[in-house]
């Protein structure tokens, strides 16, 4: 059914438009301030010239980011985190999500299980027993201190069950006719049919994991063991003297703290920029479908 377009409707688009635009700015602001720091000289950055837009033009700064051994290392180690990581966190997810979403009488046990997780995220057993624990199992300064621990995300597994809950049961049911079994239906139908919310959880999980820094900073012995996060974290809140004390004198005057900084984070933030966009049409999606029960 066709609607005529009003003046007050107009009106109302056009404005919604302008608000939304402004909105959209704001959030952007940060990161595009950043990024004009990070190609911008020194002098201009310090004398506060610079905006949206680099002043002085130079790249000095990224030759420098790609050229260190300690940066490239810790990025090195968050990716190794990122996928052993998401791997771990999807395949637990979907493995407890499905059992979870079954009835009282399919699954005589479900309802205990499913507040023994939902117990884990109201209450903790605190920083130091946390980090006894990992420290006695012997993973202290390796990367599976940084994933084993978060392994289980509850939420998302809250997520996937009651997406599970809301397909039809009687896929299921014919499934079981022609002699499927549970592990044949999760993996056949289950999974293909969730899409929109595993892309939500991959989200999650991905994010999760890159953002992820104070982990790193209790885990780890060593500061090569360092994820990216971590590194940074020690970049932004402390100098590093060592990133410029083997450059020529030439470069040292085009280079400053402020833009070895904002390369780092823009670097840093980049990969989810370019991932999360693919996702973004499942998200909204994912996170409505997984937060109803039917």
């Not at 979870?100 to 939902?118: D, G, I, M």
């Not at 809250?158 to 993996?187: V, Y």
């Amino acid at each position: 059914m066709l609607h005529r377009m009003t003046a007050g409707y107009r009106m109302f688009t056009v404005l919604n438009t302008i608000f939304l635009a402004g909105l959209a700015f704001l959030c952007m602001f940060p990161l595009i301030h950043i990024l004009a720091v990070s190609f911008s000289s020194a002098s201009a950055v310090a004398a506060g010239e610079v905006k949206l837009w680099p002043v002085d033009f130079t790249a000095v700064a990224y030759e420098n980011v790609f050229g260190k051994k300690e940066y490239l290392t810790a990025f090195a180690v968050s990716g190794k985190r990122i996928v052993l990581g998401t791997l771990l966190n999807m395949a637990l997810t979907v493995l407890l999500a499905y059992p979870l979403s079954k009835e009282a009488h399919q699954f005589r046990w479900r309802t205990f299980y499913a507040w023994f997780f939902v117990f884990t995220i109201l209450f903790s057993g605190g920083l130091i027993p946390w980090y006894m624990v990992i420290k006695e199992v012997g993973l202290l300064d390796t990367i599976w201190a940084l994933v084993i621990p978060s392994a289980v995300p509850v939420f998302n597994v809250i997520l996937m069950l009651n997406f599970f809950r809301g397909l039809p049961k009687e896929l299921e049911e014919s499934a079981k006719i022609d002699g499927a079994g549970h592990f044949t239906i999760m993996m056949r139908i289950m999974v293909p049919l969730s899409l929109p919310s595993l892309a939500t959880v991959l989200l999650f999980s991905m994010v999760g994991h890159w953002n992820s820094w104070f982990d790193g900073l209790i885990l780890m012995n060593k500061p090569e063991h360092y994820p990216l996060q971590s590194f940074l974290q020690t970049i932004v809140i402390q100098l590093d003297p060592q990133f410029l004390s083997s450059q020529e004198a030439e470069i040292q005057a085009l280079l400053s703290d402020r833009t070895s900084r904002a390369a780092q984070i823009f670097v840093a933030a980049f990969p989810i920029l370019i991932v999360y966009p693919f996702l973004q049409r499942f998200f909204v999606k994912g996170i409505v479908l997984g937060s109803v029960k039917e």
